[in-house]
């Protein structure tokens, strides 16, 4: 396997087109968490003309909802959640300039085509890795929707969070390239 | 008979809830270890070794394996010698509440509509057989919402047979892709009526991997089963290679003759379950 590369958020458009399908990745810096009902409340908050918790521009989503952290810690186990779950918002802020969603699983042809036209990537965590992914949380804020629990938004401090590109900005993807190669009629 | 608090089962479930969410099973394992060997997919091997060091650290230091601690779910076998002081279901989720709370583990029920979370992962879902004898014995599986979205029922025509079922099998777990976690255990239930077929799938996936059905014709539909589901070329969280199914769990039941339900309830490779018997 080839070396991981380094990432650190907010991403330019040059630094999502130095992604490819399949390249393993590190990220170092800030991750913004939301799953479900945190996306229908921001995408409420859009339609009403209102502002969303924090600027997407630039920034990574983490579709994450962890356990409850233990006393002493910052965050409990986080592994990612089903992305395929947050395609209707995904494209909306795509547009609005968020540059990397990380998840697990399957996006949909709305997805693929928007982050090919917004210049963004789609990256995959190991799901089911969440104690080990927890280790790379260094600080955990929660910045709005408190009343959701582990859907709330959170501003994470990654060092060294594993990912691995699925989708790049020239319409690789990885889930199609990977199975391909496996598959036996 | 023999007389049994309520008291005891939840602490009794409280620990099985515990224990479940931080200690895979030594036959999840294995698979894991043997799948790491034989996966052709570079990448497919680094997540194996990921997954794994992930379950060694849950052990190890008493962490959820996975923040989707799940929906739980049992299989009780109660004496009909047994006799309890209150409602059996209602001290199996008084334990759930317990552990739960104090295992700092996620609770992820909610209300359908409102999606409100019910705030201590209760109601269970709990399937209860009397059975001969004084003892309760408790089958607990925290089952993570992923690998429960991909799952699927289909009531079939009779004509479809054995060729049908396999087809609807692999077209259900192709659906699915990455998305349920894989390496993944599938469930399948075939007969019974509707509920009955779901309730079989799941019961598949309690059973230990490394097991066959003892009836052959379930044990050889298993084997092949397995074979089509890894040649999907899915791999570990749909990113290519060899190991798609650490296993395939079929359970069988008559039917109506006018039906052929089929359930395939797929499970990720963090497949949590524990028993004990009181």
Same mark, same amino acid.
């Given at each position: ?19 490819? #399908? ?27 003309? /209102? ?9 990574? +989503? ?6 409850? @952290?233990? @006393?002493?810690?910052?965050?409990? %186990? ?5 992305? %395929?779950?947050?395609? #209707? ?24 085509? %928007? ?17 080990? +992914?927890?280790?790379? +949380?260094?600080?955990?804020?929660? +910045? ?5 629990? @582990? ?10 969070? @594993? ?13 199609? %390239? /990977? ?7 | ?6 008291? *005891? ?43 794994? !060091? ?8 008493? &962490? ?51 999606? &409100? ?11 209860? !057989? ?35 079922? &396999?087809?609807?099998?692999?077209? !259900?777990?192709? !659906? ?28 598949? *996936? ?18 092949? *089963? ?5 040649? *999907? ?46």
């Amino acid at each position: 396997m080839a070396e991981p590369k380094k990432l650190t958020p907010p991403f330019t458009d040059a630094d999502i087109e130095g992604l490819k #399908a399949g390249d393993l990745v590190l990220i170092t810096g800030v991750l913004y968490t939301a799953r479900d009902t945190a996306h229908k409340r921001m995408m409420a908050t859009l339609a009403e003309g /209102g502002e969303l918790p924090f600027d997407v521009a630039g920034q990574a +989503i983490y579709y994450v909802g962890p356990t409850p @952290p233990m @006393p002493g810690e910052v965050i409990g %186990s986080a592994g990612p959640t089903t992305s %395929s779950r947050m395609d #209707a918002f995904t494209p909306q802020l795509l547009d609005l300039g968020l540059k990397a969603t990380i998840g697990k699983g399957l996006r949909c042809e709305e997805v693929l085509e %928007s982050m090919q036209k917004n210049k963004a990537v789609y990256l995959a965590a190991v799901g089911g890795a969440a104690a080990l +992914i927890k280790k790379t +949380i260094k600080k955990a804020e929660v +910045i709005a929707y408190e009343d959701l629990g @582990p859907e709330a938004i959170r501003r994470l401090e990654v060092e060294d969070f @594993p990912a691995i590109v699925v989708n790049d900005c020239m319409g690789g993807d990885l889930f199609k %390239s /990977g199975v391909e190669k496996y598959r036996k009629d | 008979m023999r007389q049994v608090s309520s008291k *005891l089962i939840s602490a009794k479930v409280k620990d099985l809830c515990l224990k479940a969410a931080t200690d895979l099973g030594p036959d999840i394992q294995y698979a894991l270890k043997e799948a790491l060997k034989k996966e052709e997919s570079p990448l497919g091997r680094d997540i194996l070794t990921q997954i794994i !060091t992930n379950f060694e650290i849950a052990d190890k230091e008493k &962490k959820p394996m996975c923040q989707d601690t799940g929906l739980a779910v049992f299989f009780v076998e109660l004496g009909r010698e047994v006799e309890l002081d209150g409602l059996l279901d209602e001290a199996i989720d008084e334990g759930v509440r317990q552990g739960y709370e104090e295992g700092f583990l996620r609770k992820s029920l909610c209300d359908p509509f409102s999606r &409100k979370n019910t705030g201590d992962n209760t109601p269970s879902v709990i399937h209860t !057989t009397i059975v001969e004898g004084k003892s309760i014995k408790i089958s607990m599986a925290p089952k993570g919402g992923g690998s429960e979205n991909m799952s699927a029922l289909k009531m079939l025509k009779p004509s479809d047979g054995l060729e049908g079922i &396999k087809k609807f099998v692999i077209e !259900t777990i192709k !659906t699915g892709g990455g998305n349920p976690c894989p390496p993944i255990i599938v469930g399948v239930g075939i007969g019974g009526n509707f509920e009955k077929s779901a309730i079989l799938a799941k019961k598949a *996936l309690m059973r230990e991997l490394g097991h066959n059905n003892p009836d052959p014709v379930l044990a050889a539909l298993e084997g092949d *089963l397995a074979i089509s589901v890894n040649n *999907l070329g899915i791999g570990p969280m749909g990113f290519g290679g060899v190991t798609t199914a650490l296993g395939v769990h079929v359970e069988a039941a008559p039917c109506h003759i006018a039906s052929l339900p089929v359930s395939v309830n797929i499970q990720c490779h963090a497949a949590r379950h524990k028993e004990i018997t009181i």
